[in-house]
Structure formats: structure tokens, C-alpha cells
T-cell receptor, first 113, second 114 residues
Framework: GDSVTQMEGPVTLSEEAFLTINCTYT??????LFWYVQYPGEGLQLLLK?????DKGSNKGFEATYRKETTSFHLEKGSVQVSDSAVYFC????????????FGQGTELSVKP | DTGVSQNPRHKITKRGQNVTFRCDPI?????LYWYRQTLGQGPEFLTY????????KSRLLSDRFSAERPKGSFSTLEIQRTEQGDSAMYLC????????????FGQGTRLTVV
């Protein structure tokens, strides 16, 4: 079945450092890809998405590019802030399967001042 | 609309008791999903509804679990004869139909079975 694998955390960075969180997927169809974020004490919220190969999703300085050839959707940010500390989840959905989301295990990011 | 609402936010129950959770989705969303999340893991899909029809159930959803969405509005998730292994965060999400549609999540119901 479809699955998502993302790099294990926790990831600890200093403010203004460069962030990469790796995410790879396996899917039989043509999924849409998502990054969701969970800030402390809050619910899951969409950070960015891409619906087809070579699309780039971006939001709040974060970017991820849908790479079909490497089945990847790595999350990047050029300069992280303390307020970016959260748990990040990579996910896929296939509209032929009702749009249900299949999540990776999550990567905790901690940004120190 | 204030987003997806889940009640209660926390539930502590004794093993063997039945519990019921409620989810109120965003009103114009016809898809509604239930997920379960345990500590340190990503959410796992349980079931989903398109309007009032339950279209898919995960094998994680044992026969002690049942979900309904009468009239395609709010949904309930019932767990009968709870076990300690049912302790988790239960998340509800809703979305419109269509590929790549964003799912909006509630804040979840945290269940603790003692």
C-alpha cells in the first residue's frame, strides 16, 4: 500500500539556520503531497501542498517540490525562527481513494535562539 | 464558521466502558475523516464519509468501533468495551471533494483508558 517515510527527529537548529526535512513516498497512483504542521498545543494545519509532479508548494518561507523521479517531497526553509518549533508531518492523498491522508511519523523541530 | 469542532477534548474512562466522540465539520464540506494518533506517531486513517455514506474503513477499526454521520452533517465515533490500547488522540478532519483538497483538522479528543 501507499506509504510515507520522513527523517527521524528531533531536529535541533539555531535561529537563522537552514532547514531540510526529508520525505519520500511510495504510491501506486498519482497522489497529491502535503506538509502539515502541529504547533505545541494546537491542531494539525496545512503548511503547503503540491498536486502534480514538479509543482512547488510554498508558505511562510517554507518550500517543497514534488519530485516524481525520486518520489520525494523534501521540506526546506532558508532561515528558521524560534516560532517554527513544531512537529512537521509529510503526507500523501490519492483522490481515487477518497482523499484520505497517509502520514509519515512526524519530525519534531526545535529552534534555539 | 469556526472550523472543525470536536467534543469532548479529553475523556478518561475505565476499561470496558463505552465512549462516544462527536465531530462537527465545516458545514460545506462533504467529506469527513477520522484518524487516530498515538504519541510520537503520525495520524492513522480510521474511516471516512462522503456525505452520509461511510465509504471506507481501515482494518484498524475493529468491530468495537463504529462511526456514523447521520444526514451528512456531524459525525460520532463510538468505542465499545474500551481497552487500554485504545488510549490515543482521535482526530476528525473535513474537506471538500476533489483531488488535492485541503483537509481541515479539529483539535482532537484525547482518550485515556485506565
Amino acid at each position: 500500500g501507499d506509504s510515507v517515510t520522513q527523517m527521524e527527529g528531533p531536529v535541533t537548529l539555531s535561529e537563522e539556520a537552514f532547514l531540510t526535512i526529508n520525505c519520500t513516498y511510495t504510491a501506486t497512483g498519482y497522489p497529491s503531497l502535503f506538509w502539515y504542521v502541529q504547533y505545541p498545543g494546537e491542531g494539525l494545519q496545512l503548511l503547503l501542498k503540491a498536486t502534480k509532479a514538479d509543482d512547488k508548494g510554498s508558505n511562510k518561507g517554507f518550500e517543497a517540490t514534488y519530485r516524481k523521479e525520486t518520489t520525494s517531497f523534501h521540506l526546506e526553509k532558508g532561515s528558521v525562527q524560534v516560532s517554527d518549533s513544531a512537529v512537521y508531518f509529510c503526507a500523501l492523498s490519492d483522490n481515487n481513494q477518497g482523499g484520505k491522508l497517509i502520514f509519515g511519523q512526524g519530525t519534531e523541530l526545535s529552534v534555539k535562539p | 464558521d469556526t472550523g472543525v469542532s470536536q467534543n469532548p477534548r479529553h475523556k478518561i474512562t475505565k476499561r470496558g466502558q463505552n465512549v462516544t466522540f462527536r465531530c462537527d465539520p465545516i458545514s460545506e464540506h462533504n467529506r469527513l475523516y477520522w484518524y487516530r494518533q498515538t504519541l510520537g506517531q503520525g495520524p492513522e486513517f480510521l474511516t471516512y464519509f462522503q456525505n452520509e455514506a461511510q465509504l471506507e474503513k481501515s482494518r484498524l477499526l475493529s468491530d468495537r468501533f463504529s462511526a456514523e454521520r447521520p444526514k451528512g452533517s456531524f459525525s460520532t465515533l463510538e468505542i465499545q468495551r474500551t481497552e487500554q490500547g485504545d488510549s490515543a488522540m482521535y482526530l476528525c478532519a473535513s474537506s471538500p471533494s476533489g483531488g488535492g483538497a485541503e483537509a481541515f483538522f479539529g483539535q482532537g479528543t484525547r482518550l485515556t483508558v485506565v
